[in-house]
T-cell receptor, first 113, second 116 residues
Framework: DQQVKQNSPSLSVQEGRISILNCDYT??????FLWYKKYPAEGPTFLIS?????DKNEDGRFTVFLNKSAKHLSLHIVPSQPGDSAVYFC????????????FGKGTKLTVNP | GAGVSQSPSNKVTEKGKDVELRCDPI?????LYWYRQSLGQGLEFLIY????????KSGLPSDRFSAERTGGSVSTLTIQRTQQEDSAVYLC??????????????FGPGTRLTVL
């Protein structure tokens, strides 16, 4: 059973508009959430994170929102740029020593010029 | 500085053959992880090393999969008697230290394994 769900396999937006990528999780014990970005033929790269004690974290054009009661987080990209076109993975850290990451299936974002 | 490197970048093999995938982590990173991404799936955890020991092997899908790490550096993932369902991109990641808050995992470019 998937612990991290990204229900939209793809998203297409116009350059300059907002991109909103969504993620749901099942375990209320998760306490650290991350977004990774992946270009084709490259490994994922860390984008932004949020701790469960916060509900918002911002880094430039990227903002992550966490709604703990709904077990939902979202990534907002404003304004979207063509270079943002990539697959975005939501992940949680599995606490307990290893810090292994549990990933969603990803959302492919396409930003059209 | 150099990032995480993996070799080969692509590997095509026949069903039943053994394969070895290599990972060179960032120098000084004590934690090393293997993940794989099958078609249409997210990244799936396989195994975690702290130094040369593997305290978490919970993601290895069968006893055909094994991994080792030597000198606290290079790691090799071995798949014996490969099956078609083993076809995936195998990704290695390393981080400075695990177990002391979040330590960013840096990923290599992956090895694309195709089992015919």
């Amino acid at each position: 059973d998937q612990q991290v769900k990204q229900n939209s396999p793809s998203l297409s937006v116009q350059e300059g508009r907002i991109s909103i990528l969504n993620c749901d999780y099942t375990n209320s014990m998760f306490d650290y959430f991350l977004w990774y970005k992946k270009y084709p033929a490259e490994g994922p790269t860390f984008l932004i994170s949020i701790s469960s004690i916060k509900d918002k974290n911002e880094d430039g054009r990227f903002t992550v929102f966490l709604n703990k009661s709904a077990k939902h987080l979202s990534l907002h990209i404003v304004p979207s740029q063509p270079g943002d076109s990539a697959v975005y993975f939501c992940a949680v850290i599995y606490q307990g020593g290893s810090e292994k990451l549990v990933f969603g299936k990803g959302t492919k974002l396409t930003v059209n010029p | 500085g150099a990032g995480v490197s993996q070799s080969p970048s692509n590997k095509v093999t026949e069903k039943g053959k053994d394969v070895e995938l290599r990972c060179d982590p960032i120098s000084g990173h004590t934690a090393l992880y293997w993940y794989r991404q099958s078609l249409g799936q997210g990244l799936e955890f396989l195994i975690y090393f702290q130094g040369n020991s593997a305290p978490d092997k919970s993601g290895l899908p069968s006893d055909r999969f094994s991994a080792e790490r030597t000198g606290g550096s290079v790691s090799t993932l071995t798949i014996q008697r490969t099956q078609q369902e083993d076809s995936a991109v195998y990704l290695c990641a390393s981080s400075l230290l695990a177990g002391a808050g979040y330590n960013e995992q840096f990923f290599g470019p992956g090895t694309r394994l195709t089992v015919l």
